[in-house]
Nanobody
Framework: QVQLVESGGGLVQAGDSLRFSCVAS????????MGWFRQAPGKEREFVAA????????RYADSVKGRLTISRDNAKNTVYLQMISLKPEDTAVYYC???????????????????WGQGTQVTVSS
């Protein structure tokens, strides 16, 4: 079992930057591929980014490609999401998710992940 806790959200203005952190419990964090998803008010939860166990493979949603970087530090049991040039459309609750091994074809699907954090709120004003 893995417990995930996100942090780093807040109220920002368009053009600002944020770095999200997701800290995982347990002794086997390095066995888990990680993903970031977000859910805006009244919308479905959507994929943002994913990273393999070692960080050698990353994937990004087209809507945010070029504006963010996902990374991880297995020694700290932490995965990060750095976002720049934030837009009002980025307003959402951002969730961290984990699964055993990287899903090379289904990394963008919510049902590919077994563990989820509680989310961190991001509000971007124009």
């Amino acid at each position: 079992q893995v417990q995930l806790v996100e942090s780093g959200g807040g109220l920002v203005q368009a053009g600002d930057s944020l770095r999200f952190s997701c800290v995982a419990s347990g002794r086997t964090f390095g066995n888990y591929a990680m993903g970031w998803f977000r859910q805006a008010p009244g919308k479905e939860r959507e994929f943002v980014a994913a990273i393999s166990r070692t960080g050698s493979t990353t994937r990004y949603a087209d809507s945010v490609k070029g504006r963010l970087t996902i990374s991880r530090d297995n020694a700290k049991n932490t995965v990060y999401l750095q976002m720049i040039s934030l837009k009002p459309e980025d307003t959402a609750v951002y969730y961290c998710a984990a699964r055993l091994g990287f899903a090379y074809t289904t990394y963008a699907q919510t049902d590919s992940y077994d563990y989820w954090g509680q989310g961190t709120q991001v509000t971007v004003s124009s």
